[in-house]
């Protein structure tokens, strides 16, 4: 099997933001010092060293880059200063670009300008929206004398436009993570036949590294307060997003619920987190004194930026919504609408919270080649019969 050389896979890498990965040396270092590394996945060296010998096609079936949780101590005991944690999310962001067809993650990922245009199309298209509706049932419509959130913009058609939409993102997301698992399990499909049993049978290491988030435990974190803060982070997103997709029926009414009220609780719970943890990520990205926030790409700062745009959007409606402020409320809703629609679709299939998805699905993948590898060699090690 031939092995095919590109020389410009690391001026390509680069872009995404590679920082000095030329000075890497292969001392192994990196690997040595990883909590997460195994002989299996002895990254990052691997990944770099893919890298430097421009072997993309190596580069595109690992799944190493989603194995390692930036962590930063193999760049603090970097002797050549190459940023081999920055290296590893580069390569994250490479890849996601890569398994996303469209060429809209490579444009996300490469371009500012792009980023800029894909949110102020959701802007403008959201404004225009709310203008040609009222502008067809008529503007005397509106009510202004006390807040009427479901006249001014009714719940079953904005559920079913969200409904349109997720769906459109969720088959985005859906071919994308097909294209992951196909380049992760091509060597190994093409030398052993995986049965369906086993991909059934080993599925619960997605769903435990989905729902614990326990990687992050496991990544030198002493305290266990990054593993907790991403937990938080990931169980607020999950509790907003069934609250405006599948629930927004629900979610978004005109009454006015007691406090303990699951439609109150669940949408404060989901708020607070999310409040939290991108204010501390925000932070942390501008103060740069952790490892992980020294070089901050600008998609590093979309995802946060979205969250918290949309949690004091939406606190700002509740508050609104209970002054009985009516213009105040509508003005805010439309603004809340645009950040979490720009949110969707530029995170859903191609941005940062692709990794909630590909990570679990590294670890689910990987376990499923383990145990092809130990189906395939168990016959081979059983003893020969007698006649």
Known sequence: MSTRVDPI????????????????????????????????????????????????????ESADPWMCYYCGDCTRTCPKGAEPAETMMAARRWLTAQYDGSGLGAKLYTSERAVFRLVARYVVLTLVAFIVYHALTGFDRIVTDRVELNTFAPVMLVWAFVLVHFAFLGFRLGKNTLNMANRVMRSTSEQVKIPLSVYVSEFKAFVTHFVTQKRWRDCNDVDHSRWLKHLLLVSGYVTMLVLIVPLLWWFQTDNIYPVYHPQ????????????????????????????????????????????????????????????????????MYVVHLMAVLAMLDTEVGIGKWTHMIYRPLAMYLDAVKKRARQEKSAPELAPAGTD
């Open 264 to 331: 109150r609780w669940l949408g404060y719970y989901a708020t607070i987190v999310l409040l939290f943890a991108s204010v501390e990520i925000l932070i942390g990205r501008y103060r740069r004194r952790e490892e992980l926030h020294r070089f901050s790409h600008p998609t590093d700062w979309l995802f946060p930026t979205f969250i918290l745009v949309s949690s004091v959007t939406g606190i700002l409606v509740h508050i609104f919504r209970y002054a009985g402020w009516a213009w105040p409320t509508y003005i």
């Open 9 to 60: 896979l690391l001026d390509e890498i680069k872009d995404y933001g590679a920082i000095n990965p030329e000075a890497c040396f292969n001392c192994g270092n990196c690997t040595a010092i990883c909590p997460l590394t195994t002989d299996d996945h002895p990254f990052p060296r691997s990944t770099i060293r893919q890298l430097q010998m421009g072997l993309r096609d190596q580069l595109l």
